[in-house]
Nanobody, 124 residues
């Protein structure tokens, strides 16, 4: 059983930056591909970014390409999401997730473990 805990969310003005962190425990971190998703009120949870076990491969939603960067440090059992040039439409609860298949997936059903989420609010 893998436990995931996100941190780093907060309130930021449009154009600002935040770095989210997700700490994993209870499993061999390098066995998992990791993803970030987000969910706004009244909307479905949507894919943001994913990284393979070594982060040699990454994938991003079109809406965040060029602004967000996913990375991971397997020695620290952590995955990160650097978010730059934030926009009000990025406001959401952000979740990290772990995928035992180690493949890069963009759908929520492919992920086996989820964190509780961290709120990101971008003011205009």
């Amino acid at each position: 059983q893998v436990q995931l805990v996100e941190s780093g969310g907060g309130l930021v003005q449009a154009g600002g930056s935040l770095r989210l962190s997700c700490a994993a425990s209870g499993g061999i971190f390098s066995n998992y591909a990791m993803g970030w998703f987000r969910q706004s009120p009244g909307k479905e949870r949507e894919f943001v970014a994913a990284a393979s076990w070594s982060a040699a491969r990454t994938d991003y939603a079109d809406s965040v390409k060029g602004r967000f960067t996913i990375s991971r440090d397997n020695s620290k059992n952590r995955v990160y999401l650097q978010m730059n040039n934030l926009k009000p439409e990025d406001t959401a609860v952000y979740y990290c997730a772990a995928d035992r298949s180690r493949a890069l997936h963009t759908i929520t059903s492919a992920y086996d473990y989820w964190g509780q989420g961290t709120q990101v609010t971008v003011s205009s």
